[in-house]
């Protein structure tokens, strides 16, 4: 009797429902790789997700968020992968940041599962300002006038990285030895956002044109 009570005591031991709840299995991604690149007017986010939880993944959304120097969003772009992602899976991604005025300092990736309140996975990545050194001669604007044999150029590089601009000037400007007008030709070297001023040898200029030749980028974001 003994041995069938304590057989029957083990049988409800092993067979009861523990008072535990069982572990639920959660979706879970990884990015393994992003990385950016510039083409004209647009920056392409690009990567490689990774599924690295146990279930599969159907209908990712992976969003790009720009911001500019000052901190404010200037940018965004969206991406999905409506597919399914087995376990342990890679698959790619492609987002386009067109690019006004201003430039993303820095970009937020985050991947998220419909339905699940959290983002499944984020990074964030920061541009060198050396990616936009031909892009930003597009963006500056410089201005230049003659006044009593001197020109002055200005140039104006609000919020971009730049500390300075050489400026080529032409001129058409009367030669006092030859008595008749010819063409100069100037490098300026202007601080981004204030006006340099150089001698022109003759009273007597119009400025033809102004074009940029060479920009000097910032060390850093912060300078």
Not at 2 to 11: D, E, K, P, Q, Y
Not at 17 to 34: F, H, K, Q, R, Y
Not at 135 to 151: A, F, P, S, Y
Request: hydrophobic share 45%; charged share 20%; glycine share 8%.
């Amino acid at each position: 009797m003994r041995v069938a009570g304590a057989l029957g005591l083990f049988l409800i031991l092993v067979l009861a429902p523990s008072g535990a709840p069982a572990a639920t299995a959660e979706p879970s991604a990884a990015l393994i790789d992003a990385f950016h690149t510039l083409d004209g007017r647009m920056i392409t986010i690009s990567g490689v997700l990774r599924n690295t939880g146990p279930l599969v993944l159907r209908g990712l959304i992976i969003d790009a968020n720009g911001y500019g120097p000052g901190g404010d969003l200037i940018a965004a772009g969206t991406d999905g992968i409506p597919w399914e992602i087995r376990p342990g899976v890679l698959e790619r991604f492609s987002i386009s940041l067109p690019l006004g005025p201003q430039l993303v300092r820095e970009y937020v990736v985050q991947v998220t599962l419909r339905g699940l309140p959290r983002p499944l996975t984020s990074t964030r990545r920061t541009i060198d300002a050396e990616l936009y050194r031909q892009h930003v001669r597009t963006l500056i604007r410089v201005h230049g006038d003659t006044r009593n044999g001197m020109l002055v150029v200005r140039a104006d590089a609000t919020g971009l990285p730049v500390s300075h601009v050489t400026v080529r000037a032409s001129l058409w400007a009367l030669d006092p030895f030859l008595e008749h007008f010819k063409l100069v030709t100037l490098d300026v070297d202007v601080q981004a956002d204030r006006s340099a001023t150089v001698f022109v040898s003759s009273t007597q200029a119009i400025l033809l044109s102004l074009q940029i030749v060479d920009v000097r980028l910032r060390a850093s974001w912060a300078d």
